[in-house]
């Protein structure tokens, strides 16, 4: 009976650790709205989100939404901050990692005409056949702060 009860312990134990990890949320598109300026989520190759360490979810449908919603929060404190991978919709990367474009060429929701991308090396690709400008997270950033 005692290993039964120490059994039934840890299992219980295990699973509460389960429950505790703090995971972004697949976001729904088409059925999602953005937290900042409440228009419903569906262009697949803009949409960005923010996970807090206790997981609430924030969602957006642009780059710029999120930027714009994190200029009044401590990045350090949050767990994830993805926006779409734009070479590879549906596809969420990190943000402090990836390279954005700034182009007329692409349309993004917010008109910003900003994109995302996994690689440098895809962004500057694009760059080939348009006009436009590459930004790390950091200057993005300070780019639309400044605008």
Same mark, same amino acid.
């Given at each position: 009976?005692?290993? =039964?009860?120490?059994?039934?312990?840890?299992?219980?134990?295990? +699973?509460? +650790?389960?429950?505790?990890?703090?995971?972004? %949320?697949? =976001?729904?598109?088409?059925? &999602?709205?953005?937290?900042?300026?409440?228009? /419903?989520?569906? &262009?697949?190759? #803009?949409?960005?989100?923010?996970?807090?360490?206790?997981?609430?979810?924030?969602?957006?449908?642009?780059?710029?939404? +999120?930027? $714009? %919603?994190?200029?009044?929060? &401590?990045?350090?404190? +949050?767990?994830?901050? $993805? !926006?779409? $991978?734009?070479? $590879?919709?549906?596809?969420? =990367?990190?943000?402090?990692?990836?390279?954005?474009?700034?182009?007329?060429?692409?349309?993004?929701?917010?008109?910003? /005409?900003?994109?995302?991308?996994?690689? %440098?090396?895809?962004?500057?690709? !694009?760059?080939? /056949? #348009? &006009?436009?400008? !590459?930004?790390?997270? %950091?200057?993005?950033?300070? #780019?639309?702060?400044? /605008?």
């Amino acid at each position: 009976m005692k290993l =039964i009860g120490r059994f039934i312990t840890y299992l219980l134990f295990s +699973l509460s +650790l389960l429950s505790c990890s703090v995971e972004p %949320e697949k =976001i729904e598109f088409g059925k &999602d709205y953005c937290h900042s300026c409440k228009m /419903n989520i569906v &262009d697949k190759t #803009h949409a960005a989100q923010y996970v807090t360490s206790k997981g609430k979810q924030f969602k957006f449908d642009s780059i710029e939404c +999120l930027v $714009n %919603e994190l200029k009044s929060k &401590d990045e350090q404190v +949050l767990a994830f901050i $993805n !926006v779409a $991978n734009y070479a $590879n919709p549906g596809e969420m =990367i990190p943000a402090l990692k990836a390279s954005y474009v700034i182009s007329t060429a692409i349309k993004s929701p917010m008109g910003m /005409n900003l994109s995302a991308f996994k690689e %440098e090396k895809a962004a500057l690709e !694009v760059l080939q /056949n #348009h &006009d436009g400008v !590459v930004y790390t997270w %950091e200057i993005l950033k300070q #780019h639309i702060s400044a /605008n």
